[in-house]
């Protein structure tokens, strides 16, 4: 069978003179090497059909994305806390979103229905210029949102309100094993049962009143309430003996700072919604002294609504005892830590709350 011949060919012409049917003008062997050899080069690196550094669809074939930033509040002070929320079209994107200051990062957050949240706080005042970016999926692109001004103002660190006594209740345990060391108090100390409900992130700070308001670092903070369903762990009459879960503790920084991530609690017979606190400092390192206990309280519409509308709360109903009748809040504390909540039930909540040690009854 005879070979088809190819369409064109490279003749290179030995005699130098002008034949009519060579299809390009003579050229010497130099000339034609160093044309094969740029043909070649050109294979190599890709630039030619079918070389093997083009770009694929696989990198740029990703769905575009928008990225876009807000914040509960543009002005805040020192130490109060701040949601910031990045919402990604499309919404059916997945992966992650990474919040920063500068370029000092904040935290990451999950995307659930295009949204991430982090809720934050600053300890200095000034501008802060905040921005996320989605870190992008095999399906979408990742982008950057536009960047968002706060403005941050000193807290007053006057020390005219006492932090009162509440007392220590019937389901204190001693958690001051390392595990319990934690933020996250939502499960048991190997991650497992994590308890359901509304989240909840909690800044507190602990300042001096003996010393002029001066932050106090490394006061062990121990955090405990009941879940959603008004049940604490670890008690044998809960029935929940070698369960871990909405216990720990924290250490107070240099600015007197722990946060903890939590849920709002439920209630039980007798009690509104609260949680509990321990501070063991200089004034009161006693795991069981009679001064250095309190419980932080939430607003009566807050937790009536979520007690009569949404789950798991509801399946409990409302709580005959309120803030209003509860010994607690009206006797001990008289009022004063009720906590003020930023957020929506959807989102989570956050809240930032101050004690002024020592903790006092009067």
């Known amino acids: 069978m005879r070979m088809q011949q190819p369409f064109a060919k490279l003749v290179v012409d030995n005699d130098d003179e002008f034949d009519p049917h060579d299809w390009l003008p003579p050229l010497d062997r130099r000339a034609a090497l160093r044309m094969l050899g740029l043909s070649a080069a050109a294979l190599l690196t890709g630039c030619g059909s079918g070389g093997t550094g083009s770009t694929s669809s696989s990198v740029s074939g990703t769905t575009a994305s928008t990225t876009t930033l807000n914040a509960s509040a543009t002005t805040a002070t020192t130490g109060t806390s701040l949601t910031l929320t990045a919402t990604v079209a499309p919404a059916a994107a997945t992966g992650t979103v990474t919040f920063y200051n500068g370029s000092a990062s904040l935290g990451t957050g999950t995307l659930s229905g295009g949204r991430a949240s982090l809720t934050t706080s600053f300890s200095t005042a000034g501008t802060e210029t905040l921005e996320a970016i989605y870190a992008g999926a095999s399906t979408y692109a990742g982008s950057t949102s536009s960047t968002l001004t706060v403005t941050v103002t000193g807290a007053s660190t ?7 006594e509440g007392e220590e209740g019937p389901y204190f345990v001693d958690d001051s094993a390392s595990g319990y060391n934690r933020s996250n108090i939502l499960s048991n100390l190997d991650g497992t049962e994590t308890q359901t409900g509304v989240p909840f992130a909690l800044t507190l700070y602990v300042y001096d009143a003996k010393n002029n308001c001066a932050a106090m670092q490394n006061v062990q903070i121990d955090i405990w309430h009941c879940n959603a369903s008004g049940v604490y762990s670890a008690e044998n009459s809960e029935n929940t003996t070698g369960k871990s879960w909405l216990r720990g503790y924290q250490l107070t920084d240099a600015n007197g700072l722990v946060r903890f991530s939590t849920i709002i609690p439920g209630w039980y017979s007798g009690r509104t919604t609260h949680i509990h606190l321990r501070l063991r400092s200089t004034y009161d390192a006693s795991s069981s002294g009679t001064t250095n206990t309190m419980q932080l309280f939430f607003d009566q519409t807050l937790i009536d609504s979520l007690d009569t509308t949404t789950s798991p709360y509801k399946s409990e109903g409302r709580n005959s005892t309120t803030n209003a009748s509860d010994r607690v809040y009206t006797q001990q504390e008289k009022g004063t830590i009720l ?15 101050k004690v002024y040690l020592p903790i006092t009854t009067s």
């Open 339 to 353: 906590m003020t909540l930023s957020g929506s039930t959807s989102a989570g909540y956050s809240a930032t709350a």
């Open 158 to 164: 006057s020390c005219g309100t006492s932090t009162l």
